[in-house]
């Protein structure tokens, strides 16, 4: 049976909403030595969360490489500086395996600048806009989607922050683990595992 949920939700009613944030351990991976530890201490998941991180342009044209991908699960958050590590076989190993479902919001660009730094083939992605569509949900954006289906707003205030600094500040680690994090709760929450909370 498909749950109903709004198709929309207006800003008044999101700045009500409780504001959900990522509370697990959160690993930042910047040099290979970290990167090695990260993948054994991740082992084989079978839901990740996904989302990647891309420092803004500012100037018409000027496209900059993805800086930060971030997978997480239910307790763990992963933050790999891309910019910093590049992107080792290990990760595209797992995101070309189609048995453990890598979920986020608009994938198709990430995962287009993923395959800038490192040829793979993409499998086991599912992209939540395709997902909601089916639940006549209307609005896409992530922030949106965490309101109309969990019930909580998530804040997007690094968003347009320098993901390419020498040093990734705490909010910056909060709000791209948080981003990550999300999107699995999301799909959880479509596929029955999640009750929203009561208002």
């Known amino acids: ?85 590049g992107l080792p076989p290990e990760l595209t190993i797992l995101l070309a395996d189609e048995n453990i479902i890598k979920t986020g919001v608009a994938i198709h660009d990430d995962v287009k600048a993923l395959r800038l730094l490192a040829p793979f083939e993409p499998a086991g992605f599912v992209d939540l806009q395709t997902v909601v569509a089916a639940h006549g949900i209307k609005q896409l954006g992530l922030k949106k989607l965490s309101a109309i289906i969990l019930g909580y707003s998530i804040s997007k205030s690094q968003q347009v922050s320098n ?19 999300v999107c699995r709760r999301i799909y959880h929450a479509l596929n029955g595992k999640e009750s929203k909370p009561h208002s």
Not at 33 to 46: C, E, L, S
Request: charged content about 30%; hydrophobic content about 40%; proline content about 5%.
């Open 1 to 85: 049976m498909t749950r109903h949920y709004n198709e929309s939700v207006t800003d008044d009613e999101l700045r009500k909403l409780p504001l959900l944030q990522f509370e697990g351990k959160v690993t930042l991976v910047d040099d290979m030595q970290k990167f090695r530890h990260a993948i054994n201490d991740m082992g084989r998941p079978r839901l990740l969360g996904f989302d990647t991180e891309t420092r803004p342009s500012f100037r018409k044209g000027q496209r900059h490489k993805v800086s930060l991908l971030q997978l997480a699960d239910d307790s763990r958050a992963w933050l790999f500086r891309l910019n910093m590590i």
């Open 163 to 181: 993901w390419d600094a020498p040093v990734l500040t705490e909010p910056q680690q909060l709000y791209a683990a948080t981003d990550a994090w």
